[in-house]
């Protein structure tokens, strides 16, 4: 079978960038990894969507309203703890007149959303229960043997998924990994929520806690802890109980319906392309939570890769030539580096136990509270309409 791109991976990201090339005309190939992990699919996890990424979601999805059913984030509030003594400093943000910054989204609904679109099938094969089994860059594109006979080809081969070993080793692009020692609290409560618009950030030396209004009266708590942390040793009833007591005073009579562990890693490609081979998705850039920006970095790529395809394509290039590849890793470069390793750093600072860079960080902060077109250029960019606005 030949295709305009092939794309392995049946996460989020896969789902996304196979609805939007097929929705531009490309027959596209979408496959499953053989071995889907089933936890993730019954996950608790939820992904911050920006305001940019829902609008352009929303060009996607036939039923992209039941997005609008989660609760708009008006206010994204953070504060940082003193080790001196001194009163904690906080700084919001907010958008003028009111505005959304974005959305808090069960993961699974999403998918569920996603998948949806994809049995409609226009312009759609999905692959599923196969591995592929070899892969052979050619000059005008891609071979692919599947574990079961059959016998791929494709102009472009887009990697979204780290399952296939053979397949990494058969590309040359080098990656920065790195084992962030934490471990990921993933929490959904119940209770009444005092301010549902408003999600919150509290920076802890033993890490950051977020908390993310996402229904009327559920919140999902992320708290990734330093693994050297005493509270990780806890039994789950006084991890509870820890949880409790930290975030009664935004929720009222919380109740805790369910706790998950996630190991946190880093993970980011040096490049996004690798002669017919593109990264899209976790696999180019895996980082930390802290600033809820992970889906939205693959959403920005994937918008940005099939509008350069599109405006190539209609001027007569192949949908694999080399200047869209290049165009595409050089911009996509400096808004993927700032926040992969932008938030490594901040999650290291805002959270370090030494008093002089606590204090330094308070004083950051507080500049920044004073600054209004600092904090607009931070909102900007978190809510992606800089970027969206230029399409």
């Known amino acids: 079978m030949n295709y305009d791109f092939i794309i392995y991976g049946s996460g989020i990201s896969g789902k996304i960038t ?24 019954n996950s608790n996890l939820v992904t911050f969507l920006s305001a940019g990424s829902i609008d352009y979601l929303s060009t996607l999805l036939t039923k992209h309203q039941h997005l609008f059913k989660y609760t708009e984030i008006k206010e994204i509030k ?64 891609i071979n692919l043997n599947l574990d079961d006979g059959q016998r791929l080809t494709s102009r472009l081969f887009i990697l979204s998924s780290l399952q296939n070993k053979k397949i990494l080793s058969s590309i040359n692009i080098k990656f920065i990994k790195k084992d962030l020692s934490q471990t990921a609290l993933s929490i959904t409560v119940k209770g009444n929520l005092k301010n549902k618009n408003r999600a919150f ?3 802890t030396s033993d890490g950051p806690l ?3 209004p996402y229904l009327d009266d559920v919140a999902s708590i992320v708290w990734s802890i330093k693994n050297s942390s005493k509270i990780l040793k806890l039994s789950e009833s006084e991890i509870k109980k820890e949880i409790i007591s930290r975030i009664k005073e935004i929720i009222d009579s919380p109740e805790i319906i369910n ?24 696999i180019a850039h895996n980082i930390h939570p802290i600033a809820g920006q992970g ?28 200047q869209i590849l290049d165009k595409f890793d050089i911009e996509r470069k400096i808004d993927n580096t700032f926040y992969s390793f932008g938030t490594l750093t901040l999650e290291g600072i805002l959270t370090s136990k030494n008093k002089l860079i606590n204090i330094a960080a308070r004083g950051g902060l507080k500049l920044l509270q004073r600054s209004s077109n600092l ?3 931070f909102i900007k960019s978190a809510t992606g309409k800089s970027f969206f606005n230029s399409f």
């Open 201 to 203: 950030q509290y920076f």
């Open 18 to 41: 196979t609805i939007a090339l097929a929705e531009e005309g490309f027959h596209v190939c979408l496959i499953f990894d053989k071995n889907i992990d089933l936890a993730k699919q």
């Open 259 to 282: 706790l998950e562990r996630h190991h946190l890693k880093f993970h980011f490609a040096k490049k996004l392309t690798y002669k017919n081979v593109v990264l899209l998705g976790n």
């Open 210 to 212: 977020a908390i993310l």
């Open 78 to 141: 953070c504060q940082l703890n003193s080790h001196t003594g001194n009163k904690r400093q906080s700084i919001s943000f907010d958008e003028n007149d009111d505005q959304s910054l974005g959305r808090i989204v069960n993961n699974v609904k999403l998918e569920e959303l996603l998948d949806e679109e994809l049995k409609k099938g226009k312009n759609i094969d999905i692959k599923e229960n196969c591995e592929i089994s070899s892969i052979e860059n050619i000059s005008n594109g």
């Open 375 to 377: 904090k607009k250029l």
């Open 295 to 322: 889906l939205n970095l693959n959403i920005k790529d994937i918008a940005k890769f099939t509008r350069l395809v599109r405006e190539f394509k209609s001027i007569g290039y192949e949908v694999n030539s080399q």
